[in-house]
C-alpha cells in the first residue's frame, strides 16, 4: 500500500526510490513475490522516461531505491544469519523452492486446486466489490469512449497503471496450481482500489442527467434509493461475512478453551491430534506443562517438527538452528513424528 501510494503520488516529484523501497520492505520482511505488485509503476517510470528523454533521472531513481532496499535486505540476512547460524538469504530461498526447485518438489505437491479457485474466493469475501474491482478496466473503457473530451494519452496511460496491479497478480496465481486465501492478501489494497474506481465509474453513469440515456429518465430519488439500498446490502453482506468467519470458524479456539479449566489437566500431559492437525492454533493455547503430540491418520505428508528445547551447550536460542529430525522438502511422510 505504500509503495502504490508513493509512485501514484507525483506532488513534489516523483518517488520512485521511496516507492521501490516501499516494495522491497514488503518482499524482503514479508512475502518475496509481492514485488510483482511493483511491475506495472516500474513499467510507466520507463516508458515516461524514455519519451521525456529523462533517462538518466530514472535510472538515479532506480539505483536509489536499490540501494536502500539493498541495505534493508543486508540487515535481514545479518539477523538471519544469526538465528540460523548459517548464511541465510531467506526471500531468496523462497523464491528458489516456490520457482527452481525442480520434479518432485515445489508449492505443487502440497495440493492444487482449479483455475476458478480465486474467483470463487474473492466473490465470496468481498461479494460485489470483487465484481467492481474485475470490471474497472472495462468500465474506465468505456468512460474514455463516452466523454465528450476525450482524455489525454498520459491520463489513459496512468489509470491502465493503477488498475493493473490487481489483474496482474490474479493473472499470475491463477496460473499456478497451488493455490490458497492468502497469496491474496498482498493483493488487497489494489483490489479496494479497483472496486472503488469501478463503483465511482458506475455512479456516474446511474447519476447521469442526459434524457436519452436509460438512467437519465429514471428520477433522482428513486436512483437514489436504489444506489442507497444496493450498497447497504453489500455492506451487510461484508458485515455477515465477517460474523460468520468469526462464528463458524472459531471451534478450534474454543475447543482448546476448555483445557484451562481447573483440574481438566495435569503438567505432563500430552494433546494429540490427528489429521486436521492444521487447524490447532498454536502451543501458546496449551496450559503449562502441556505438550502437543501426533497420532497416526490418514494424513500422510510431512508433519512440523518440534523446537529443540536444549538448556546448556547449544548457545542461545538452539531451537531457531537445530534443525528437527525427519525434516525434508518433498513432503515426505516421517514416521518418527508419531507418538
Same mark, same amino acid.
Given at each position: 500500500?505504500?509503495?502504490?501510494?508513493?509512485?501514484?503520488?507525483?506532488?513534489?516529484?516523483?518517488?520512485?526510490?521511496?516507492?521501490?523501497?516501499?516494495?522491497?520492505?514488503?518482499?524482503?520482511?514479508?512475502?518475496?513475490?509481492?514485488?510483482?505488485?511493483?511491475?506495472?509503476?516500474?513499467?510507466?517510470?520507463?516508458?515516461?522516461?524514455?519519451?521525456?528523454?529523462?533517462?538518466?533521472?530514472?535510472?538515479?531513481?532506480?539505483?536509489?531505491?536499490?540501494?536502500?532496499?539493498?541495505?534493508?535486505?543486508?540487515?535481514?540476512?545479518?539477523?538471519?544469519?544469526?538465528?540460523?547460524?548459517?548464511?541465510?538469504?531467506?526471500?531468496?530461498?523462497?523464491?528458489?523452492?516456490?520457482?527452481?526447485?525442480?520434479?518432485?518438489?515445489?508449492?505443487?505437491?502440497?495440493?492444487?486446486?482449479?483455475?476458478?479457485?480465486?474467483?470463487?474466493?474473492?466473490?465470496?469475501?468481498?461479494?460485489?466489490?470483487?465484481?467492481?474491482?474485475?470490471?474497472?478496466?472495462?468500465?474506465?473503457?468505456?468512460?474514455?469512449?463516452?466523454?465528450?473530451?476525450?482524455?489525454?494519452?498520459?491520463?489513459?496511460?496512468?489509470?491502465?497503471?493503477?488498475?493493473?496491479?490487481?489483474?496482474?497478480?490474479?493473472?499470475?496465481?491463477?496460473?499456478?496450481?497451488?493455490?490458497?486465501?492468502?497469496?491474496?492478501?498482498?493483493?488487497?489494497?489494489?483490489?479496494?482500489?479497483?472496486?472503488?474506481?469501478?463503483?465511482?465509474?458506475?455512479?456516474?453513469?446511474?447519476?447521469?442527467?442526459?434524457?436519452?440515456?436509460?438512467?437519465?429518465?429514471?428520477?433522482?430519488?428513486?436512483?437514489?434509493?436504489?444506489?442507497?439500498?444496493?450498497?447497504?446490502?453489500?455492506?451487510?453482506?461484508?458485515?455477515?461475512?465477517?460474523?460468520?468467519?468469526?462464528?463458524?470458524?472459531?471451534?478450534?479456539?474454543?475447543?482448546?478453551?476448555?483445557?484451562?479449566?481447573?483440574?481438566?489437566?495435569? $503438567? %505432563?500431559?500430552?494433546?494429540?491430534?490427528?489429521?486436521?492437525?492444521?487447524?490447532? +492454533?498454536?502451543?501458546? @493455547?496449551? /496450559?503449562? #506443562? =502441556?505438550?502437543?503430540?501426533?497420532?497416526?491418520?490418514?494424513?500422510?505428508?510431512?508433519? $512440523? %517438527?518440534?523446537?529443540?528445547?536444549?538448556?546448556?551447550?547449544?548457545?542461545?536460542? +538452539?531451537?531457531?538452528? @537445530?534443525? /528437527?529430525? #525427519? =525434516?525434508?522438502?518433498?513432503?515426505?511422510?516421517?514416521?518418527?513424528?508419531?507418538?
Amino acid at each position: 500500500m505504500l509503495g502504490m501510494s508513493a509512485f501514484m503520488d507525483w506532488r513534489g516529484g516523483l518517488k520512485t526510490a521511496q516507492g521501490i523501497f516501499w516494495f522491497a520492505a514488503g518482499g524482503i520482511l514479508g512475502w518475496p513475490f509481492a514485488l510483482a505488485l511493483a511491475v506495472p509503476f516500474l513499467v510507466e517510470e520507463a516508458v515516461l522516461a524514455t519519451i521525456s528523454g529523462e533517462v538518466a533521472a530514472i535510472v538515479s531513481r532506480g539505483v536509489d531505491g536499490a540501494a536502500r532496499s539493498f541495505i534493508l535486505l543486508a540487515l535481514v540476512t545479518v539477523m538471519d544469519t544469526f538465528f540460523y547460524r548459517r548464511l541465510e538469504v531467506v526471500p531468496f530461498n523462497i523464491v528458489r523452492y516456490n520457482i527452481f526447485s525442480g520434479s518432485g518438489k515445489g508449492p505443487s505437491i502440497f495440493g492444487t486446486e482449479p483455475w476458478h479457485f480465486y474467483m470463487r474466493n474473492l466473490l465470496l469475501n468481498f461479494n460485489i466489490w470483487f465484481v467492481f474491482a474485475i470490471g474497472a478496466l472495462p468500465l474506465s473503457a468505456l468512460q474514455f469512449r463516452d466523454r465528450s473530451v476525450p482524455p489525454s494519452k498520459k491520463t489513459a496511460f496512468r489509470s491502465v497503471v493503477f488498475l493493473s496491479p490487481f489483474y496482474l497478480w490474479l493473472t499470475i496465481f491463477t496460473l499456478q496450481p497451488h493455490k490458497e486465501e492468502r497469496f491474496m492478501f498482498p493483493a488487497y489494497p489494489a483490489l479496494a482500489l479497483n472496486a472503488a474506481i469501478g463503483l465511482h465509474i458506475a455512479l456516474l453513469y446511474i447519476g447521469s442527467s442526459n434524457p436519452r440515456a436509460v438512467f437519465g429518465m429514471i428520477p433522482p430519488k428513486i436512483k437514489f434509493a436504489m444506489v442507497s439500498a444496493f450498497i447497504i446490502a453489500a455492506i451487510g453482506i461484508g458485515l455477515l461475512r465477517i460474523a460468520g468467519m468469526v462464528t463458524a470458524y472459531s471451534a478450534p479456539l474454543r475447543v482448546f478453551d476448555a483445557l484451562q479449566n481447573v483440574g481438566q489437566t495435569s $503438567p %505432563g500431559d500430552t494433546l494429540c491430534l490427528g489429521k486436521e492437525w492444521y487447524r490447532f +492454533p498454536s502451543s501458546y @493455547l496449551l /496450559p503449562n #506443562g =502441556m505438550k502437543a503430540k501426533f497420532v497416526k491418520s490418514a494424513f500422510d505428508g510431512l508433519l $512440523p %517438527g518440534e523446537f529443540h528445547e536444549g538448556k546448556t551447550g547449544f548457545g542461545i536460542w +538452539p531451537g531457531t538452528w @537445530l534443525i /528437527p529430525s #525427519g =525434516m525434508n522438502d518433498e513432503n515426505r511422510e516421517d514416521m518418527s513424528k508419531y507418538v
